[in-house]
C-alpha cells in the first residue's frame, strides 16, 4: 500500500477524489498507527499503516489508493501514567475525533476498558487486551450531494417556534411512514411528516441529539439503552442508527436529505449539541476515543491529582475548553454541521459547563469570543441551556449577546402560577412579557428568552397536570433519579383516571399552559407529543427508556385531536399578531401617538394594577391589554408595524372571576378570540362584550380578546360595517362564497383582512380564510380536488351555525352582574 506524507490540516480523514488525507492531533503521543479495516465486524484491520509525519502537534499521512468506504481507527502509544494524567494503550482501537460516519456499536466486553476489570489496582492497572473486535470503525465519507439550490429559512428570532422533538421517537410509531423507515432521519422527511409538521405551524425542529453516541455499560446490562443520546463519542458524525439507508456513509447523505426536505417547507433544523463531555465516562470509564488518543489535552483534569477528571456534568468527565485544540476540535465541527450539514442553529447542552474557566463560569470565555467573531457561526441561532452541576452554574440570563437561552425561571414561574401558588402574579408579569428582568440590562431583546413549560427533561405536558410525584420505577434506580422539584399538580388524582371532571379540568389546564406559552413575548418551544397528550406514565427522566413510554403515540382519540386543533389555533393567533412577537421590550408608555399605553395591566374590576396590588400574595387574576398600534417596529420594507390591541384575561384561582374589561374610551367593544374553557378555545358563535362590560372566566382559566372596529386601527381590524348582516358586496370574496352566504342570509365567514378569501377546511371542521393561497387553518396549500377544501355551500353554511343569533338567556357573560346587554353573540369570524 502506498503511503506518502499527506497534510496536518484538515484534521480527520479527506477525500479529496484521488485518495485520503488522514490527520490525528495528539500532543503528548510518542506514535500513531492508522488500522484499515475490511468490514464493521473485522476483528482485526488488515493493514497498519505508522504515521510518521508529525507538523504542529499533527500526525498524519495521506493514502492514494484509499477511496470512501474505507473503514479506519487508531492506536496510540505513549505514556500509561495516569497519576500523571495520561493513559496512552496502543492495544485499544480509537475512534477519530473527526470522523464524518461511524460503522458499527460498543460491544461491551472488558476489552474495551484501558485497565484490568477486576483488578485491585483499578484504572492504575494496566490492560493487554486488543478492543478492535468490540468497538465501532470510523468510515471516510465522500461529502459530494446535490443540495438542488437549497435555501435556509433564516427565519426571524421574533418569528420562530421551535419544536423539540427525538429522531427515533417522533416516528417510530407513525402509520404513515413505512415500518423501514420509522424512527430515522428519512422518517423525519417522510411527506406526511413533514405535512404534519407544517400544518402544525412550528418553524424550526431541534432534534435531541444526533451526534455519534454510546449507551453505557451499566445500562446495557440492565436492558436499558442511553435513549436520548446525551453520551456523544464523535462530534463530526450523525448517529449510525438513525440510519434506514446504511452505516457505510449513507447516514450521512440521509441527514443531509432530511435537511433539505424540511428545508423546502420553510424549516429549520436546530441541533441539541453535547460538546460538555464525552460517552467515555470517569476514570473507570471505556477507552474509545479522546482518552487514548491525549487525555491531558481533551479533559479537564482536577489539579493535583490528575488521574481524576473535573465533573461539572454529573457524565463523569468535562471537556478542556482552555486548550486551543479541544476549543478548535468544538470549533470544526460546528462549523462542519452548518457549512457542509446546512443544519441552522444549536442548543448547547448544559453551555455552562463550556464558559468555565479554572472553575468560574466566564460569559465572555474564549468559547463565546470565537463564535461571536467568526463569520458562520455568528450568523446561525445559538440556545444555551443555561446551567451545569458545578457551583455557580446557574447563569439563566447572563450569556452575551448573540444567545438565546432555555428559560428555566420562565418554566417555573408559569407552572407555579397555573398551580395556584400564591404571590406569582409579580413574576408571571415579567415572564409574560419577554423577561427583562433577565434580558433588557444587556441590550438583548424579548427573542433572547426561549419559552417553554416543558421540554425532554421532565414529565411531559399531560403528566404534569397528571401527577403530583415522579414515577420513575421503569429505570431501574428505584424511583430515586430524576427531580422531585416538578411543580406539577395532578388536578386531584393521582395518575390515569376516568373521572370527567378530572379529566376535563386537566385538559383545560394543559389548554392553560400553552396557550401562556404562545401569547408570551419570547420564543415558545413546544415538545413533540404535548399537542396531542403525550404520557410517560409519570416517569420524568425518561432518558434510558428507548420503548412506548418514550415513543410518540399517534393513535389520537377525540379529546388528543381537540387539544391538537388548540395547538394549531394558538401558532395561528401567534403568526397572525405581530404584537404576540415584539422584537422590543414594552416601555409602559404611549408611543407614536398611540390612543394607549404599550402594555398596561388590570385587576379584575378594570382598574390598573398598583403598587400594592403587584404585592398582593393572593391575587390569582390579572388582565393585560396590548396596544397594536404602540408597537415602535418597523418591518422587513420599513414600513411601520400594526395590529389589533389584544386583552389577555388569567385566573388561576379555584373559583370563576368576573373581568371588566377596559374601556379608555366611549364604545369600544372586545371580540373574544379565545377561551380555554371550551376544548378547542372557542364557540362557533363569537361573542363581544362592551368596553366596561364585564366577563365571567372560569376557574383557572384564559381568554384572549380583540379590540373591535372603532378601536385601534391594526393589522386585522375590520370596518364596523362588516359586523352587519346587510353588508355590501366585497369583490375580493369568490363569487361562489358571496352566492352561498347571501342565499343563506349570513354574515361573511371568516375575513381577517381587506382581501382576505375563504375556504372550508375538512381539518378545522370550519369556514377560514386563505393566506396567498394556504388555509389559514392547517397551513396546506389549496388547490382543487385535494379532499381537504372546497367551497363554502349555503347547507355548509347552516350547518356550521354561521348565522345571527340572539344571546341565550344565561350566557351573556357579566350575567352575575346583569350586564347581559354589554355582550353579544354573532356567527364566528376567523
Partial sequence: MKVWPGQPYPLGATWDGAGVNFALFSENATGVELCLFDSPNARAESHRVALTERTDLVWHAYLPEARPGQLYGYRVQGP?????????????????????????????????????????????????????????????????????????????????????????????????????????????????????????????????????????????????????????????????AYSSGGVMGQQVAEFKTMVKTLHREGIEVILDVVYNHTGEGSQLGPTLAFRGIDNAAFYRLVAGQPRYYMDYTGCGNTLNMNHPRTLQLIMDSLRYWVLEMHVDGFRFDLASALARELHEVDRLGAFFDIIH????LSQVKLIAEPWDLGEGGYQVGNFPLLWAEWNGIYRDNVRSFWRGDAGQIDDLAFRLTGSSDLYERGGRRPYAS????????????????????????????????????????????????????????????????????????????????????RTQAGNNNAWCQDNEISWVDWNLDERKRELLEFTRRLIQLFHTHPVL?????????????????????????????????????????????????????????????????LLLLLNAHHRAVSFVLPAHRQGITWEQLLDTRESFGRRKTRRTVRGGGSYRLEARSLALFRLEAGGE??????????AQVEEQRDESEPPDTQAARREAGVLRAAPEAEGTQTIYCEHAGAIVPLDEGFCRACSRQVSEGDGIHRPP??????????????????????????????????????
Fill in 80 to 240: 500509561y501514567e495516569p497519576q500523571e494524567g495520561h493513559r496512552f494503550n496502543p492495544h485499544k482501537l480509537l475512534i477519530d475525533p473527526y470522523a464524518k460516519a461511524v460503522a458499527g456499536d460498543v460491544r461491551w466486553d472488558d476489552a474495551v476498558f484501558g485497565y484490568r476489570i477486576g483488578d485491585p489496582a483499578a484504572d492504575l492497572s494496566f490492560d493487554e487486551r486488543d478492543s478492535a473486535p468490540f468497538v465501532p470503525k470510523c468510515v471516510v465519507v465522500d461529502p459530494a450531494f446535490s443540495w438542488g439550490g437549497d435555501t435556509r429559512p433564516r427565519t426571524p428570532w421574533h418569528k420562530t417556534i421551535i419544536y423539540e422533538l427525538h429522531v427515533k421517537g417522533f416516528t417510530k410509531l407513525y402509520p404513515e411512514v413505512p415500518e423501514e423507515m420509522r424512527g430515522t432521519y428519512a422518517g423525519l422527511a417522510h411527506p406526511s411528516v413533514v405535512d404534519y409538521l407544517r400544518s402544525l405551524g412550528v418553524t424550526a425542529v431541534e432534534l435531541m441529539p444526533v451526534h455519534q453516541f454510546v449507551s453505557d455499560k451499566y445500562l446495557h446490562e440492565r436492558g436499558l439503552t442511553n435513549y436520548w443520546g446525551y453520551n456523544s463519542i464523535g462530534f463530526f458524525a450523525p448517529h449510525a
Fill in 373 to 376: 467573531q467568526d463569520p458562520v
Fill in 450 to 533: 426561549v419559552n417553554f413549560v416543558t421540554a425532554h427533561d421532565g414529565f411531559t405536558l399531560a403528566d404534569l397536570t397528571s401527577y403530583n410525584e415522579k414515577h420513575n420505577e421503569a429505570n431501574q434506580e428505584e424511583n430515586h433519579d430524576g427531580h422531585d422539584h416538578n411543580i406539577s399538580w395532578n388536578c386531584s388524582v393521582e395518575g390515569p383516571t376516568d373521572d370527567p371532571e378530572v379529566l376535563n379540568l386537566r385538559a383545560r389546564q394543559q389548554r392553560n399552559f400553552l396557550a401562556t406559552l404562545l401569547l408570551s413575548q419570547g420564543v415558545p418551544m413546544l415538545v413533540a407529543g404535548d399537542e396531542t397528550g
Fill in 581 to 645: 412577537r415584539r422584537r422590543k421590550f414594552f416601555q409602559g408608555r404611549q408611543i407614536r401617538g398611540a390612543e394607549s399605553k404599550d402594555i398596561s395591566w388590570f385587576r379584575p374590576d378594570g382598574q390598573e394594577m398598583s403598587e400594592t396590588d403587584w404585592r398582593n400574595e393572593q391575587a390569582r387574576s390579572l388582565a393585560v391589554r396590548l396596544a397594536g398600534d404602540a408597537i415602535d417596529e418597523v418591518d422587513e420594507r420599513g414600513n411601520r408595524v400594526t395590529d389589533d390591541t
Fill in 713 to 722: 386601527t391594526g393589522a386585522h381590524a375590520e370596518e364596523q360595517a362588516s
Fill in 793 to 830: 355551500t349555503p347547507e355548509m353554511l347552516k350547518r356550521l351555525g354561521y348565522a345571527t343569533t340572539d344571546v341565550p338567556e344565561g350566557e351573556a357573560q357579566g350575567e352575575d352582574q346583569g350586564e347581559a346587554p354589554a355582550t353579544e353573540e354573532r356567527p364566528e369570524e376567523e
